[in-house]
């Protein structure tokens, strides 16, 4: 399997809603991260696991809050978003740090904050 | 931090023409890829090259890293290479943490039939 699996495809939520994200690989890998990608716009990181450790971009606001339950799985649960919080929002895994065999991305949620 | 530079922006081809896009990056870098976004969003990995020359099918890549660019060749385009192609880099080991892909802003390529 060399596949990165993102649930759902889309979402669409209210501002007062609560909902997760979901990210499985199945490579081995050892290091999860969080991207989003406004329209036009190049990915860019929100969080990242590495080794079951949380980094965070500190512009994230914390309506975003990531949760790693295994080396496998990635969520990202979503609470009181914003219409501006609309976005692609990727997932992606890496063996070791990206450095050696680079990253592999999920195909994405497409959110949509109402 | 690191800075990623994608030229031309917008690319418009004829099927079966060829094409060059570039990358050019402010530091040394450890990791570099190449991916296509197509209009699904999903990015798909074409090359890990943080340096020399890869080929796969009708698409090359070639990473100078001491010169700090790295080229993508498409060769007798079709429709389906339509979509955004991205180039990254990454430092590694940066601040003791990894994970830090940066993303140009991209090329939007259009292939007309």
């Known amino acids: 399997d060399t596949e990165v699996t993102q649930t759902p495809k889309h979402l669409v939520m209210g501002m007062t809603n609560k909902k997760s994200l979901k990210c499985e690989q199945h490579m081995g890998h050892r290091a999860m991260y969080w991207y989003k990608q406004k329209a036009k716009k190049p990915p860019e990181l929100m969080f990242v696991y590495s080794y079951e450790k949380l980094s965070i971009n500190e512009s994230v606001p914390s309506r975003f809050s990531p949760e790693c339950p295994n080396s496998s799985l990635l969520n990202l649960h979503l609470h009181a978003l914003q219409p501006e919080d609309s976005a692609l929002y990727l997932c992606?895994?890496?063996?070791?740090?990206?450095?050696?065999?680079?990253?592999?991305f999920g195909s994405g949620t497409r959110l949509t904050v109402v | 931090g690191i800075q990623v530079e994608q030229s031309p922006p917008d690319l418009i081809l004829q099927e079966g023409a060829n094409s060059t896009l570039r990358c050019n990056f402010s530091?040394?870098?450890?990791?570099l890829q190449w991916f296509h976004q197509n209009p699904w969003g999903q990015l798909i990995n074409l090359f890990y090259?943080?340096?020399g020359t890869k080929q796969n099918g009708r698409l090359s890549a070639t990473t100078v890293a001491t010169e700090r660019y790295s080229l993508l060749y498409i060769s007798s385009s079709q429709t389906t290479d339509s979509g955004v192609y991205f180039c990254a880099v990454e430092r590694g080991n940066y601040g003791g943490s990894q994970g830090n892909l940066i993303f140009g802003k991209g090329t939007k390529l259009s292939v007309k039939p």
């Open positions: 530091d040394s870098v450890n990791n």
């Open positions: 992606a895994s890496s063996q070791d740090e990206g450095i050696t065999y680079g990253y592999t």
């Open positions: 090259i943080p340096s």
